[in-house]
């Protein structure tokens, strides 16, 4: 699930890249024991021992919280392509306690069922995760119980609502807005589908599938003259 977002690197790739951008005031790469003495031991020296060699491929959304608030970047690079690394700023401190069920329910307040004007149902988010979560996960996220989703989770909640997985992790972010006319044209199950599909796909692939669409419009534009 992972590698279906951002860049499509595994993330043992993304944790190379941000250390190699993101390094100590002195200039040297964190090492494993100075992420665990800057987490207060949330990570762990053989977690990122781990999580570099690939054997994490899953890591929770605390985990990577606290590896982004310790090394000083803002926790949505890592959900975007490497493109974005540079951009960041000094991540925004959290004690990160209710944050997932408090912005999973103003989710589910504020982002109507665009087939039943309704609010979504945990049944009804389960079923268009298609496997990725099931009606008691997502009741679980909801009320807390599950207090540290994974990637998987976030990532399947966050496609089910079309909003950006970083919405999660980025404390006081608010989900969007969407108009009315928003509404009616994601009613279109393919319009829909092409949105939900590109919502996976890195910058410059969401860049090339718009190019492509407005070739196509342009294209039906000049059949229409003729």
Do not use: C
Not at 79 to 88: I, M, P, T
């Amino acid at each position: 699930m992972w590698e279906s977002w951002g860049s499509r690197v595994h993330i043992a790739q993304k944790f190379e890249l941000l250390l190699g951008t993101y390094r100590r005031p002195d200039g040297r790469v964190w090492s494993g024991r100075e992420i665990d003495d800057a987490t207060g031991g949330v990570v762990t020296r053989s977690y990122i021992t781990n999580l570099r060699k690939g054997r994490i491929r899953n890591p929770g959304y605390e985990k990577l919280r606290a590896i982004a608030k310790a090394m000083g970047f803002p926790p949505k690079l890592w959900f975007e392509d490497s493109n974005g690394l540079l951009e960041g700023a000094p991540a925004v401190p959290s004690d990160g306690r209710g944050d997932i069920a408090a912005k999973t329910d103003r989710l589910f307040e504020s982002i109507m069922d665009d087939k039943t004007g309704e609010p979504y149902t945990n049944a009804e988010v389960a079923r268009r995760s298609l496997g990725d979560l099931t009606e008691e996960e997502v009741e679980e996220i909801r009320t807390g119980a599950i207090a540290n989703p994974s990637v998987a989770q976030v990532i399947a909640l966050a496609d089910v609502f079309g909003v950006h997985p970083s919405y999660f992790i980025d404390r006081g972010k608010k989900p969007p807005i969407i108009d009315r006319e928003a509404m009616e044209v994601l009613r279109d199950e393919t319009v829909s589908a092409i949105a939900h599909k590109s919502l996976r796909l890195p910058g410059r692939e969401r860049r090339m599938v718009l190019s492509i669409i407005r070739q196509l419009e342009n294209m039906s534009g000049a059949d229409d003259d003729h």
